[in-house]
């Protein structure tokens, strides 16, 4: 008995074999180690940086990336996963996996480089920056937040879905005075304000509990008699005023003085916008709805955000001009409002008071006058 048990396993084991399943593959596809896209013309692309910026719609500081990472850049060309699934001869699911991948790849290799996390002497620097550039002391960043658009998850209900009809989530950011991105807060529900975004970030939480290692406060230039500020963050009325956190004075019938202050906190919020604006620009995938899942989407996001600071870093430092700030709000990029109520504290306002005090005395600009 034992050995017919044995010589029927035998068996069994010789007939899997040879009736192994065969997976047919199509000749063109048997040739993609020699005569694909990748191994044979994007090799030859490589050699020749012109072409091969004009062929993947890249410029010079990306090639740069490439090159040095080995990193393919779908991000820039806008093309769908199966376009691309077809000219490097995989499938649609594995192109899906690889962009996630690759975008993770990207975040992993730039973040520290070019958007480490700021010490309390990088804080100084930005209000440095923002006084010499944009006239406004103590500034430490413009806050500001978008809508990604993306196609409604599986399942996901309301969660997604944002007062404008579409699903999306929320893009956080803080910018700099050389409209670099130097925190960035993605994955937020659509349906989530500002405000809200900003509570649930891991940013607002160090905002709210005094651990971002912000300068201690400081006095404003010839201004010793208004006494030390507080450090502020500008944005809109989006978000809630707060002792570090400044937006404008709302409504209609303002006093001179009011105004002032609104227009030269505007013009150091306007960073931000123009910073989306660029963003808007350069990456094609925010010109629509983004068909991939959530975590993807995130990883792609972040990934654009570390190389918008790679290439405003390594192609020209010095340059200053972004596009317009109407030109952030694309068919995937959109604006976030406020939802709900915001009481500022009292201290919240006595600190925009003193702001509002100094840009119409000590702090003037002669292009805008105080009457």
């Given amino acids: 008995m034992e050995d017919e048990v044995v010589a029927f396993g035998v068996a069994l084991l010789c007939l899997r074999r040879i009736c192994r399943r065969s997976v047919w ?3 063109i596809l048997q040739a993609g180690q020699q005569l694909g896209e990748y191994h044979r013309l994007v090799q030859e692309l490589r050699l020749d940086d012109g072409r091969f910026q004009r062929y993947f719609r890249i410029g010079t500081s990306l090639t740069t990336c490439y090159q040095k990472w080995g ?14 699934a077809f000219s490097y001869h995989v499938g649609v699911s594995t192109m899906a996996g690889i962009v996630g991948e690759v975008a993770r790849a990207i975040w992993d290799a730039l973040v520290q480089e070019v958007m480490p996390v700021p010490t309390t002497e990088d804080w100084r620097t930005i ?8 006239n406004f002391p103590n500034c430490l960043g413009s806050i500001d937040g978008k809508h990604v658009v993306i196609k409604a998850p599986d399942n996901s209900g309301s969660l997604f879905f944002n007062y404008k009809g579409t699903y999306s989530v929320v893009l956080l950011v803080v910018v700099d005075a050389q409209y670099c991105f130097r925190v960035v807060d993605v994955g937020s529900y659509g349906r989530t304000s500002d405000g809200g975004a900003l509570a649930n970030s891991t940013f607002g939480q160090a905002l709210r509990d005094g651990t971002l290692g912000l300068p201690q406060d400081a006095l404003l230039p010839s201004a010793e008699h208004l006494g030390p500020q507080p450090h502020v963050f500008v944005a809109d009325e989006a978000f809630p005023l707060h002792r570090d956190l400044m937006w404008p004075f709302p409504g209609h019938n303002l006093s001179s003085r009011q105004r ?5 906190l505007s013009q150091a919020r306007l960073i931000v916008e123009n910073t989306f604006g660029n963003l808007t620009a350069q990456w094609r ?6 068909e991939i899942s959530p975590a993807n989407v995130d990883a792609c996001v972040k990934a654009t955000c570390v190389l918008h600071n790679f290439l405003r870093r390594s ?3 010095t340059r200053t001009s972004m596009p317009s700030a109407g030109d952030g709000e694309a068919a995937g990029l959109q604006e976030v409002t406020r939802v709900g109520s915001n009481n500022p504290t009292r201290e919240a306002i006595h600190v925009r008071e003193k702001l509002m005090t100094y840009f119409s005395t000590e702090g003037a600009v002669p292009w805008k006058p105080v009457a």
């Fill in 127 to 134: 209000a440095t920056d923002f006084l010499h550039r944009w």
């Fill in 315 to 317: 192609t020209n430092s």
């Fill in 71 to 84: 990193l393919e850049i779908f991000l820039a060309t806008g093309d769908s996963y199966r376009t691309i």
């Fill in 285 to 290: 995938m925010y010109r629509g709805v983004i």
């Fill in 260 to 264: 002032i202050f609104n227009y030269r």
């Fill in 25 to 27: 593959v199509h000749d």
